[in-house]
């Protein structure tokens, strides 16, 4: 086998692995007392639902992370319906 | 409809799906473990798992990606939509265990998948060997059919994991669909996965044979829909009057408690016909963009024909404590012929109806 294939195999790894585990650690805590704060729609204990939400959220943690800082919430979405009524008076 | 986060809608329907789902699957696995170590194919049972696990998940990615199209050809086959998603989740664990094997502390069950069968020996990490002991990304012959189905694996992963309606709402609409098209990327690496790898070293008639299957149902039936719905978009909408209003049809096209749906604008509109009455609103469902249009008015709401999220005809807004709003149209009637404003009021604008009569 290649030594440097091996090398920059285990380092790519490592990065992703690094990423994640990161992203994991934030998530248990964002679903536990972030995510009432970015997104109205959770309410209550809802435990299962807090959970689900934990692979996603170690995979796209910088956004929330971001829109935790910035203190935003979700945006609403748009269609070309949407836009046009938006400019239409 | 979203008040607040749900999570799993199960009801009894949907249970029994699921039981089917998964007693078929289970079938599928312990009729290939029979027939393949019966026919004696010189592979021992933990090469003959992988292939029946991965040949599952194959055979169900398929059903999954045809019932998009399908239903937009029939609607007898929305049922099958309703529990799309629990079908992606069983399949996307159906390929880890092809990959990564089955080893649960709690239950005996234990499979071994590729990673433990073929990588767990030598001194390298499993991984590491899965990527490291082939690299010849040059050679067609031996190319390393793994990392393409690793990569459509992660794809499938993202999938999985984004799946809940948070998600939509969080990434919004647009993003999501984009994410979750990625299925059709990862299908073809999948493809590629299998012709590269298991069809030249395994040369089993039925894998090239279910392959090409694949591969034209798939892609046939896609371009047939996308045809059909492209050639209902282009259809032009009738004359329009000094203010701008569209002759868009007769009463008498629109079946009771049903819509027509017309391309103005750009996008699709509706118009219902319920109670005597006309309402025409956007034809995009807030939750996922379903075809509310394609859907009916059960006790005076628009109820979308995907997941069942409803809306007041003349408000354009989920009746209360609900809050989904879709925008609206104004709609004239004269003689029987329907005029809408191709111009859309914002969402959750009330217009009055036309009354028929
Ligand atoms: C890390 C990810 C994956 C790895 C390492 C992997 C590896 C393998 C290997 C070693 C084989 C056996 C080749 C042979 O018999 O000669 C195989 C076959 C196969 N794989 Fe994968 N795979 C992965 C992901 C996937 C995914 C996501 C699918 C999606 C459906 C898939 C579908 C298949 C199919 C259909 C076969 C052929 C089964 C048969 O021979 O009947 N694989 N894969
Ligand atoms: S798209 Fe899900 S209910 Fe309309």
Redesign the pocket.
């Known amino acids: 086998m290649n030594a440097f294939a091996i090398a920059l195999i285990e380092c790519l790894l490592k990065a992703v692995q690094i990423y994640f585990i990161a992203g994991l650690i934030f998530a248990i805590v964002f679903s536990l007392l972030g995510v009432q704060r970015t997104d109205p729609g959770a309410r209550g204990i809802a435990p299962f639902f807090r959970l689900i939400i934990i692979p996603g959220v170690s995979i796209f943690w910088p956004l929330f992370a971001l829109r935790l800082v910035q203190g935003k919430q979700h945006p609403i979405e748009k269609t070309a319906h949407r836009q046009a009524a938006k400019f239409s008076r | 409809m979203s008040v607040s986060y749900k999570s799993i809608q199960w009801n009894k329907q949907k249970l029994i799906y699921d039981a089917i789902l998964l007693a078929t699957v289970g079938l599928y696995i312990y009729i290939f473990l029979t027939v393949a170590s019966k026919t004696g194919t010189g592979l021992d049972l933990r090469?003959i798992r992988?292939?029946a696990y991965?040949?599952a998940?194959?055979i169900l990615?398929n059903i999954i990606l045809s019932i998009g199209p399908l239903t937009r050809l029939d609607k007898r086959f929305y049922p099958l939509l309703f529990n799309r998603r629990h079908m992606g989740v069983t399949f996307f664990f159906l390929?880890l265990i092809?990959?990564i094997g089955l080893n649960l502390p709690v239950l005996p069950l234990k499979v071994d998948g590729?990673?433990t069968w073929?990588h767990d020996f030598g001194n390298l990490e499993p991984l590491v060997s899965?990527f490291a002991s082939n690299v010849e990304y040059t050679d067609l012959i031996r190319f390393p059919f793994?990392s393409l189905?690793?990569a459509?694996?992660v794809i499938?992963f993202v999938m999985a994991a984004t799946s809940h309606d948070f998600w939509l709402v969080n990434l919004t609409a647009p993003i999501w669909k984009a994410l979750h098209m990625g299925v059709y990327l990862a299908y073809g690496l999948?493809v590629s996965?299998?012709i590269l790898?298991?069809i030249q070293?395994?040369q089993?008639p039925c894998?090239t044979i279910g392959m090409g299957i694949s591969l034209v149902w798939i892609v046939g039936l896609h371009l047939f829909t996308a045809l059909r719905e492209a050639n209902v978009d282009s259809q032009p909408a009738g004359p329009s009057d000094a203010s701008g209003f569209v002759d868009v049809g007769s009463v008498a096209d629109i079946a009771e408690n049903r819509a027509k749906i017309v391309t103005l604008a750009g996008e699709r509109v509706a118009i219902f016909k319920y109670d005597g009455k006309l309402s025409a609103v956007s034809n995009v469902c807030q939750h996922q963009n379903g075809p509310l249009g394609e859907g009916k008015v059960v006790d005076g709401c628009i109820t979308c024909p995907w997941h069942g999220y409803q809306y007041l005809p003349a408000e354009g807004a989920s009746p209360p404590p609900f809050t989904e709003k879709i925008p609206t149209f104004e709609v004239r009637l004269m003689g029987d012929r329907i005029w809408v404003d191709p111009i859309a009021k914002p969402p959750g604008t009330r217009v009055a109806p036309a009354i028929i009569g």
């Open positions: 090469g992988i292939r991965g040949s998940a194959f990615l390929a092809h990959a590729v990673l073929y899965l793994e189905g690793a459509a694996l499938f999948v996965h299998v790898g298991p070293t395994n089993h894998l």
